[in-house]
């Protein structure tokens, strides 16, 4: 059974940072392209990053570019997120995709606040 588990998310003032963390189980990460997208209150999913398979090639959204960072642990099967230099419209749910075949995980809060 395919399953994503997304942690890390929390409270954090603007310019704070965040790790989320994605477990994967039912397959091996390294044999897939990798999202993460979001989801603010009121708003349609956005696109935050990929990471290729294999080569592990690296793309971002202009809105997080230069800010965070997307990588993954294939020993541990986990595909990870940092959040560098937060701002308030970077407060969303947070989910993992393996997009190709329409998996996603439940999702992880971040809520970026003074």
């Known amino acids: 059974e395919v399953q994503l588990v997304e942690s890390g998310g929390g409270l954090v003032q603007p310019g704070g940072s965040l790790r989320l963390s994605c477990a994967a189980s039912?397959?091996?990460?390294?044999?897939?392209?990798m999202s993460w997208v979001r989801q603010a209150p009121g708003k349609e999913v956005e696109w935050v990053s990929n990471?290729?398979?294999?080569?592990?090639?690296?793309y971002y959204a202009d809105s997080v570019k230069g800010r965070f960072t997307i990588s993954r642990d294939n020993a541990k099967n986990t595909l990870y997120l940092q959040l560098n230099s937060l701002k308030t419209e970077d407060t969303a749910m947070y989910y993992c995709?393996?997009?190709?075949?329409?998996?996603r995980g439940q999702g992880t809060q971040v809520t970026v606040s003074s």
């Open positions: 990471i290729s398979s294999l080569i592990d090639t690296t």
């Open positions: 039912g397959f091996s990460i390294r044999n897939y392209r």
């Open positions: 995709e393996r997009r190709t075949f329409g998996d």
